[in-house]
């Protein structure tokens, strides 16, 4: 079998393609739940904590510097801001929460739907199993 034929049977057995749809599902799923969530949620989160904005919430370790010019014509880099996002932290958590429970409800539906099949009785033995097992017994006596 060649190389190619074998990754063509490999890419488009079921299990595979899926996959990949899942994968991009969830993906586009992802992103309707973070705009759920900090368009509608956190709004509400905010609202509810006395007008707080969750994506701004920080702790500020070290402010930061402007780019400065010296009066010898040196100038200072600027540093950035460094900072403990918390805010985002707590978004993103609420995110993962709705997703979370999202997934766990598409697993119930399903468990649900799949309903326990009694495993079927083992069979009897065959009309030709019968007959020579009466064979057998009589040349026993």
Same mark, same amino acid.
Do not use: C, H, W
């Given at each position: @079998?060649?190389? %190619? =034929?074998?990754?063509?049977?490999?890419?488009?057995?079921?299990? #595979?393609?899926?996959? &990949?749809?899942?994968?991009? @599902?969830? &993906?586009?799923?992802?992103? %309707?739940?973070?705009?759920? *969530?900090?368009?509608?949620?956190?709004?509400? *989160?905010?609202? #509810?904590?006395?007008?707080?904005?969750?994506?701004? /919430? $920080?702790?500020?370790? /070290?402010?930061? %510097?402007?780019?400065?010019?010296?009066?010898?014509?040196?100038?200072?880099?600027?540093? &950035?801001?460094?900072?403990?996002?918390?805010? $985002?932290?707590?978004?993103?958590? %609420?995110?993962?929460?709705?997703?979370?429970?999202?997934?766990? $409800? *598409?697993?119930?539906?399903?468990?649900? @739907?799949?309903?326990?099949? !009694?495993?079927?009785?083992?069979?009897? !033995?065959? &009309?030709?199993? =019968? #007959? #020579?097992?009466?064979?057998?017994?009589?040349? =026993? =006596?």
């Amino acid at each position: @079998m060649s190389f %190619i =034929k074998e990754f063509k049977d490999f890419a488009m057995r079921g299990n #595979l393609v899926d996959t &990949a749809v899942a994968f991009v @599902m969830g &993906a586009a799923f992802g992103k %309707i739940v973070s705009s759920f *969530v900090e368009g509608m949620v956190m709004p509400l *989160v905010g609202m #509810l904590t006395g007008g707080v904005d969750f994506s701004k /919430k $920080m702790f500020v370790l /070290k402010d930061a %510097i402007a780019e400065v010019t010296n009066p010898d014509g040196t100038v200072t880099a600027a540093v &950035a801001e460094i900072s403990i996002k918390y805010g $985002m932290f707590i978004t993103n958590l %609420i995110d993962f929460i709705v997703v979370a429970f999202a997934v766990f $409800m *598409v697993i119930k539906a399903i468990n649900s @739907m799949k309903k326990a099949e !009694p495993a079927p009785a083992p069979a009897g !033995p065959s &009309a030709e199993e =019968k #007959l #020579l097992s009466e064979i057998r017994d009589l040349l =026993k =006596k």
